[in-house]
C-alpha cells in the first residue's frame, strides 16, 4: 500500500457546502459566480500559477502539514483533468456516476513534493486549456446535465462550474498565505 505522507492530513470534507455559502478563507462565492464565465475563470486562475511557481519559494513547505506551492499546483493541475473527464462524461452520458478520486493517494503516487515547478506550471496550463475549451463549448439545456458521486453528491453542469471553480481559486489562496508565513 502507499504510504500517505504522515504531515499532510487527508482531505475527507465533502466541499459541496461551497455552493450554498461564500468560503470564509478564499471568499470565493458560487452564488455569484457565472458558469459560461469559467472558461476565462480557468484562464486567468492558471496565469495566477505562472507567477507563484515563479517564486524561489515555491517548492518550500509553510510548514510540515501544509503544501508547497509546487505540490497545490500539481494537484490543481490534476483536478483540472480530473473535472475535464467528469465533464466529458456528463456531456455525453445520462447521469454518470463518478470514479472515486483520492487526491492524497494521488499526491504521493504522482510525488507531488518533487515535481519541478517549471514542469508542473506547462502541466498546469495544457490541462487549463483542454477544460476552458470544455466548458467553453457547454451551450443551452447542456448546464442542465448531471452527474453524481458515489457520496450522494449531485451536480448539474452548472453547479459542477460553481463547485469546480472554487478548488483552483481557494488552492491560489492557500499558496499566497503560505508565502505570507514564509516571509523572513
Known sequence: AMQLDANIEPDSKDWTWVLEQQ?????FDASSFDPPTTPSAVVD??????????????????????WSAVEYASHVRDVF???????????TLDDPLFENWDQDVTAIEQDYAHADAGTVVQE???????IAAR???VTGEQW???GRRSDGAKF?????????MHDPVHHVHDVRQGYESLRP
Do not use: I
Open 23 to 27: 468560503c470564509p478563507d478564499c471568499g
Open 45 to 66: 486562475n492558471a496565469m495566477a500559477w505562472l507567477e507563484l511557481l515563479d517564486d524561489p519559494r515555491a517548492s518550500q513547505r509553510p510548514s510540515p502539514t501544509q
Open 81 to 91: 483533468t480530473l473535472f475535464d473527464r467528469r465533464l466529458d462524461l456528463m456531456l
Open 124 to 130: 498546469l496550463h495544457v490541462a487549463a486549456r483542454e
Open 135 to 137: 466548458f467553453g463549448d
Open 144 to 146: 442542465e446535465r448531471t
Open 156 to 164: 448539474t453542469v452548472a453547479s459542477f462550474a460553481k463547485y469546480f
